[in-house]
Structure formats: C-alpha cells, structure tokens
C-alpha cells in the first residue's frame, strides 16, 4: 500500500511510536516472515519496520491486517497461485496450460456458489499482484542512506518523474528548430491521459491536485512538439485507450404476417413490468394494450404522452399501428415498459442514424432504477425513523 | 361538466332559427347550429361544457357541432308517428364521446320545433347526494326529495313557459286543507304550488309529468322526453334512511314517476335517453353498454329501445372541432397551429372529444 507521506519528520514520529506498539501487538506470525537481513539492529529494525509499515493516522493497523508485504513472500504467493491454477484445471477436467484468468473465475464460481449481493465480497482467486496492493521497494540502503538522489523531497517518485519529463522537453526544444511543427498526434480520440488515481496508483505515491495538473501540462506540452519514437513509448505510458461506445444496437428482424404488412416485434421492461409490444408499419396511429384501446387503459395524460414520445420524437404520429402486451408493476411503470419495447420495435424501420439520435435521446436504454431495499434500523429506504430527542 | 349543459338548456327556445347569432356575454347561452342537416361534411363548431374553464363563458356563444349520431336521431325524429306509442332511442357510447351533446343537439331541434321538452339533465343527481329526504305525503312507502324537485321544478318553468299557460290541469289536486289546485286550471299554477310549497315539490312533478302524458296522448302537443343518465334509475342509490338501511331507486317517488315516463304506454312524442357512466355508482369505468350499465332490470323496462352508438371522432369532426379552437384562440400555446401539435393532440386524445377538451384546456 502507499505510504501516506504528508511530510517526513511527522511521519517518522508518527511511525516510531505506532511501529513500537506494532512490535509489542504482533509477535508470532508477523515477524517470521520478514528477511533476516533486516533485522540486523534494534534501531535501524524499528525504523525500517515502520518504515515498510504503512502508517496512516489513526489507521487500525490490527484491523487491517499486515501493511507490508515483502518481495519473497510476493513471490510465494505467486507460486502458490500458479500451482493452485494448475490444480484448478486439473479439478475442471480442462488443460492447465491454456486456462486464463476468466476460466479461473468461471471455475470458482462453480466451485463455490455465493448468493452474496456484493460481487466484492464473493470469493475470488486471482494473481497476486492484484490482490496485493503495490508497495514502495525498499530505499535505503544498509548504512542507512536513501538509494534515491530525491529522497529528501518526501516524494520521489513523483518529483523525479517531472525532473525526467521536462529534460526531455527541455532537450527536444534544443533540437527542435524554432519553428515547432506538429506531427500528427495520436491523442485526439480514442486515448486519454492517466486519471490522478491512475497516476498515484503508477507512482505509489500521494499526490495533489495541482501536482497531477502540472505533470499534465507538462505532457501537453511535450506533445506539441516533435518528438521521436522514444518519447513516444514514454507518452504512451501515460495515456489510456477510450472504448468507444459501439454497442450497436440489436435491430430485430422484421417479420411478415399474412397480409404482407411487415411487423417487429420487442420488448421493454421497467421496474417490474414487463411489456411485449408488436409494431405494424403501415397503420393509423392506433395503440392496443391488453386488448383495450390506450386511451381507456391508460387514462391518465402523463402515461400516454410517455407512448407518444418515440412516434413523435421519429415524427412518425399517425404512422404506425401497435399492439402490445403488458404485465406487472404499476400504471407508470407499464408505460415505461410500453415505451422501451415500441422504441426498440421501431429501430427496425428507420434508418441507423435515427438510430443513433434515439438512443441518445435515451429512447433505448432501459431504465435502471428499481426499488431500493427497506434498510433495518430505518423506516424505509432512507426515511429514518423520528429522531427524539429525549 | 354538466352544469354548463344545465345552463345551456334554458336559453333554447329565444333562438331564432337558422340564424347563427353570436350574443354577447350577457345571454351567454344560446346554441346555434348549421343547419345543413343533410350534408353531415359540414361540421363547423364544436361544443366545450367544463364549468372550470368554461368556453361557453369565455368565447360568448355556445356552439354545437353537428354529428352523425345526432342527425340520425333527428331523422328519425323527423318522422315520428304520434299515433304510435312512444319510441324510445337510447344513446350509448364510450366515456366523453359527446352523448350529452348529441342530446343538447335534439332537444333544440325539437324546440324549435316547438314540442315540449322534459329534459332532466342528469338523473344520478336524484340518487345521491340528497341532503333531505321526506316520507312521501301522497304514498306512504315512497320517498320525497324536496330540493331535487323544486330544481327541476324551477328548470321546466323557464324551459317551458308558454306552455305552462295553454296546458290545461285535467284533475283537481289538493295539496293541503287550504290549498287545491281546481280542474281546468293551468299547469303554470301546479308548478308553482310545487315551487313555493318545496315539501309538495315532489308531488307536483309527479303530477306535471302525469298530465302531460295526458295531454300528448290526447294529441294536443308534442312531448319529448329527454333523460340523461337514465341508468341511475335502475341502479342503486348510496342514500340511506334514519336507520342507515339503504333505499332502492323505486322507492324514491322522483325516480318512480319518472320510470312511469319513460315507459312507452304514451303516444305523441318521443323518448330520448342517455347512459352515462361518468356519475354511475357502482358501475366499473369500462362499462358502457347498455346492459351492462342498465342491469337486467332496465333493460327490461326499457326493451324495446333504438339504440345509437355515439363514437369518437372522426379525423374530419376532429379537425373541425381543432380548428373552432384555433379560431376563438383557445389553444395559446406556439406549437399548436402546427401540424405536429395536432397529429400530438390527435394521439393524446385519441380523438376522444372529452379528452381532446380536457387538454386543450391546458393549452
């Protein structure tokens, strides 16, 4: 885990005093597994434990469990995982060869079915380096002195990657002529930079939000000038691809009835209604629901108007016939259902851009909201019972 | 919504016919019509009766627009035999389809026509709500119902004064130890001994409607008898007694008489009716068929009946009734002129004149 570094004389204190009663609370198991070369003496051990133990404030180091994870027993754990994933195969009947990761999940789902809400909470295997979070290697030396030139500077990670940073902009507007002309660049679409916890995430480090803009800007401007392919790999580093929204809309075949009037059916679902809606392409403008005319069954304005909406934003009012089927929830919640299935229904008659402007009109994304849970302790949802005072 | 029909009613019979006059606010209610009965294309006006935004008060005049439903029964009209026994048409149809209109529609026609119109707007108002019920005077079982009674009372003088005066009273009645109305008096005075006198007020319906059963079978006028909502006399009342027991529609002496009009033992006029599911009680909102919202009972009372099936609008009647709209300004809103502001108003409403009323209001 990052050490929170706010600044280093504080947290040295901070870590001498917790990093003693840390010595006194665990005995046993947790000092076992620490190499034996770093505890050579009492002094230099304390602070180099408290050093690799990441100490917040008032974090509860028990709770939490070990901070620090050394580089060999990373290693174990990676051991063990590969053999543990070969067994794993071995259990599915499958080659442990070519099992991946998304095999792995498969298997262990099988293996142990949880009907736990929270997908966190479920058990998982997964490699190491993604269960442990990163750690800082170690940085100083034996005599006690930093391996890093910028240790002092708290962050050293952060301030040497900006030092690296602005030398090569400082050496490619050296060898740039004074007319910096600008290469095509991939940026536009399709890459972003790095968020700022993405980045404090690379650099195991905390960062503000200022320090995060500036190293931005840096990047911005090394971008605008010409650069070759090795500060291409270094951009590249910091930038992450943008998957774009392509997911196409399923169109439903259009099918023929007897007449030859052609016909596509769908469905909508909203809460907990549920609604099937068949879509005729030459009509009058007529709405069956349930067998009954819509203006009988839904006889409120606001239930009609939310069936109207997708004829009227395809300014196709009159045009088409429907005849739908719908159950479950309530009257607003049938219209809504009614509403996705016409909708969906109708992208098999239009043209795909009209696609396009429906779905971002929202016409074709199902609603997700359901009702939440009555919590204990509360009276509903989130209405939490009289406060009295006394 | 049928206050404004209520209103409406009085004023018919000042209209000088043919003519589509357009009164000022003052005498708010006249209805005109086109009076091209044979080409049903012609639909110029349409007719808007919320009380709450009332178009009859803000655009001066009241106007109905003619349909098929109701040029069918003023053909049938037309030619009514009045030797036969009364024919009864019976107007039906999904809720806000325009079956009151197309009653308003007749019974102007037959007052210009100068037949005498009973008109009782809404009969479910007799079987609910009623904040005084006496024990009849005239029949002990029966009920009375006061107020009910003076209001309709009060309705038929205006709608029909002249008459009053030339109906002459067939029976001597006594109403009380002072008061008797003689033979030979004219009907004006029964009504009002029935106006002034509000606990006979009952009684003196029954005996206007008595008499003038009389006097069409005798041929000397023209009855049409016009009910809106007539499932109400069959159905059940949400009134109840001292004791809270219920009370059955028959024992209620205003609906008796009226069952006893609506029968077709009379001759020298018409009968026309209306369902309506809209005060019904204890009716589902989707029924609107006859037997469904009568009950076997009435039909029974009512069999045989012509019925006429009043529906929603055709593209024509809608975009006549869009355009009456436009033309008096009641559609403020930008997009409404637009063609796609109709095709919305035309799906929101599903050309359901109540509907399309209901909305435009909003515009």
Not at chain 1, 327 to 340: F, T, V
Not at chain 2, 97 to 109: E, Q, R
Not at chain 2, 246 to 268: F, I, Q, S, T
Not at chain 2, 338 to 350: A, V
């Amino acid at each position: 885990m990052a050490a929170p570094c706010v600044s280093c004389c504080r947290g040295l204190s901070y870590r001498l005093f917790l990093g003693l009663r840390v010595n006194f609370a665990q005995r046993q198991g947790y000092w076992q597994t620490l190499p034996v070369d770093a505890q050579t003496a009492p002094e230099s051990q304390i602070l180099r434990l408290i050093h690799t133990t990441v100490v917040t404030t008032k974090k509860n180091v028990s709770a939490s469990g070990r901070d620090s994870y050394t580089e060999d027993f990373i290693k174990k754990q990676i051991e063990e995982f590969n053999i543990g994933k070969r067994h794993l195969a071995n259990m599915m009947g499958e080659d442990p060869e070519t099992f991946t990761q998304e095999d792995i999940d498969r298997a262990i789902a099988y293996l142990f079915p949880s009907g736990l809400f929270e997908k966190r909470a479920r058990p998982i295997m997964k490699h190491p380096e993604q269960i442990f979070p990163k750690q800082r290697a170690i940085q100083r030396g034996e005599d006690g002195r930093p391996f890093h030139f910028l240790f002092y500077t708290g962050r050293q990670s952060y301030y040497s990657l900006m030092h690296d940073t602005y030398g090569k902009l400082l050496q490619l507007e050296k060898h740039n002529d004074p007319f910096p002309q600008k290469t095509e660049s991939m940026n536009p679409i399709g890459s972003r930079w790095l968020i700022k916890e993405e980045l404090e995430e690379m650099l195991v480090e905390k960062l503000s939000d200022q320090d995060y803009m500036q190293f931005i800007w840096l990047l911005e401007k090394l971008l605008t000038l010409q650069y070759g392919p090795a500060e291409e790999e270094f951009i590249q580093r910091f930038r992450r691809s943008v998957t774009i929204q392509s997911q196409k809309q399923l169109i439903e075949p259009l099918q023929y009835d007897e007449q030859g009037m052609a016909f596509s059916t769908s469905e909508g679902r909203r809460k907990s209604a549920r609604a099937e809606a068949v879509v005729y392409e030459r009509g009058s403008g007529k709405i069956r629901v349930n067998g009954i005319d819509y203006l009988q069954y839904f006889p409120i304005t606001q239930d009609r108007e939310q069936l109207m909406f997708p004829f009227h934003y395809l300014d196709r009012l009159g045009k088409h016939d429907v005849i739908c089927t719908v159950s479950g929830g309530g009257r607003s919640a049938q219209a809504g259902a009614i509403r996705l299935a016409m909708a969906k229904a109708l992208c098999s008659f239009i043209t795909e851009d009209e696609v396009e402007w429906m779905r971002q009109a929202g016409l074709l994304t199902s609603d997700p909201r359901v009702r939440e849970r009555k919590k204990p302790g509360q009276e509903g949802a989130r209405r939490k019972f009289t406060w009295k005072k006394r | 919504m049928l206050k404004g029909v209520r209103k409406l009613i009085p004023r018919v019979h000042k209209l000088d016919p043919g003519c589509l006059l357009r009164m000022s606010t003052q005498a708010p209610r006249s209805i005109t019509t086109h009076s091209d009965d044979q080409l049903p294309v012609q639909r110029p006006r349409a007719i808007c009766r919320t009380p709450e935004s009332d178009p009859v008060k803000t655009f001066g005049e009241a106007c109905l627009m003619v349909r098929k439903p109701a040029l069918e029964l003023l053909q049938y009209l037309k030619n009514t035999n009045f030797t036969h026994p009364a024919v009864r048409y019976l107007l039906y149809g999904e809720k806000g389809t325009g079956k009151t209109l197309s009653l308003c529609h007749v019974i102007h026609f037959c007052a210009k026509h100068n037949w005498l119109t009973l008109h009782v707007p809404d009969a479910h108002l007799w079987v609910k709500n009623c904040r005084e019920l006496l024990r009849s005077t005239y029949n002990k079982q029966r009920l009375d119902q006061p107020l009910e009674a003076s209001t309709w009372l009060r309705r038929f003088k205006t709608t029909n004064e002249h008459f009053l005066s030339q109906i002459k009273v067939e029976e001597k009645y006594i109403w009380n130890k002072r008061e008797s109305t003689e033979k030979g008096s004219p009907l004006g005075e029964v009504v009002e001994q029935g106006l002034m006198r509000v606990r006979n007020a009952t009684d003196a319906v029954g005996i206007v409607l008595k008499e003038l059963k009389r006097q069409s079978c005798l041929g000397r006028l023209q009855l049409l008898v016009a009910v809106d909502g007539v499932n109400a006399l069959w159905g059940r009342t949400t009134l109840q007694r001292e004791d809270k027991s219920p009370v059955a529609p028959e024992e209620l002496a205003l609906v008796h008489n009226l069952r006893k009009m609506v029968d077709n033992d009379w001759h020298g006029g018409a009968i026309v009716l209306t369902l309506s599911q809209t005060g019904s009680l204890f009716k589902p909102q989707t029924a609107y068929l006859p037997h469904e919202l009568l009950g076997k009972e009435g039909f029974d009372a009512l069999d045989p009946f012509v019925p006429i099936l009043v529906s929603n609008y055709n593209p024509k009647e809608f975009e006549s009734s869009f355009q009456y709209y436009l033309e008096n300004n009641w559609l403020q809103h930008e997009k409404a002129p637009t063609e796609e502001g109709k095709k919305e108003l035309l799906f929101l409403s599903n050309s359901n004149p109540g509907q399309l009323e209901r909305l435009c209001a909003y515009l």
